[in-house]
T-cell receptor, first 115, second 114 residues
């Protein structure tokens, strides 16, 4: 069964500092991997998606993630944090089998950005 | 294009009652998925509907059910509510079923069971 582990339920950075949110996956078949962001009292918004076209995936709002098969990782990074990045971030995985995949989410990482 | 809408946004119910939540997908989207979000369990998949058929189902008791109409709008129903059903219920729509299609989430319905 697929699973996702997000290391660190809370991450705090200073404005302008590097953001690094960690995600490791477990999948028996080549996965699709996703990062979603959730702002307070809102639904989830897709930041980026890995579908095997390229190992470095660029997303919205300056975020990117690198797929590393040898490490089964898909960490999310942003070179310079902005106050507006404060939110909860979720990594998710699904298999690439056709038809009835479902998204399996990690527990989430709450990002705080300090001025 | 209008996003995914969910009604109601907030709901308070009593144990033992039943509740119906509604989701209107983005125009043209045929797949609707439902998720439960709680602080303890995180985001958990409930079920997915595509063209009025349930394609996939998560590990929830039979008290949780859903349906999809011909216009792709979907409802989920929870019968005999328990305190543990208090959660944010999120609906997501996509053009088609399967991982290739991006899911667009609604703002959720916050259900409180007292």
């Amino acid at each position: 069964a697929q699973s996702v582990t997000q290391l660190g339920s809370h991450v705090s950075v200073s404005e302008g500092a590097l953001v690094l949110l960690r995600c490791n996956y477990s999948s028996s078949v080549p996965p699709y991997l996703f990062w979603y962001v959730q702002y307070p009292n809102q639904g989830l918004q897709l930041l980026l998606k890995y579908t095997s076209a390229a190992t470095l995936v660029k997303g919205i709002n300056g975020f990117e993630a690198e797929f590393k098969k040898s490490e089964t990782s898909f960490h999310l990074t942003k070179p310079s944090a902005h106050m507006s990045d404060a939110a909860e971030y979720f990594c998710a995985v699904t298999s690439k089998r056709g038809g009835s995949e479902k998204l399996v989410f990690g527990k989430g990482t709450k990002l705080t950005v300090n001025p | 294009k209008a996003g995914v809408t969910q009604t109601p946004r907030y709901l308070i119910k009593t144990r033992g009652q039943q509740v119906t939540l509604s989701c209107s997908p983005i125009s043209g989207h045929r797949s609707v998925s439902w998720y439960q979000q709680t602080p303890g369990q995180g985001l958990q998949f409930l079920f997915e509907y595509f063209s009025e058929t349930q394609r996939n189902k998560g590990n929830f008791p039979g008290r949780f059910s859903g349906r999809q109409f011909s216009n792709s709008r979907s409802e989920m129903n929870v019968s005999t509510l328990e305190l543990g059903d208090s959660a944010l219920y999120l609906c997501a729509s996509s053009l088609g079923g399967g991982a290739a299609y991006e899911q667009y989430f609604g703002p959720g319905t916050r259900l409180t069971v007292t």
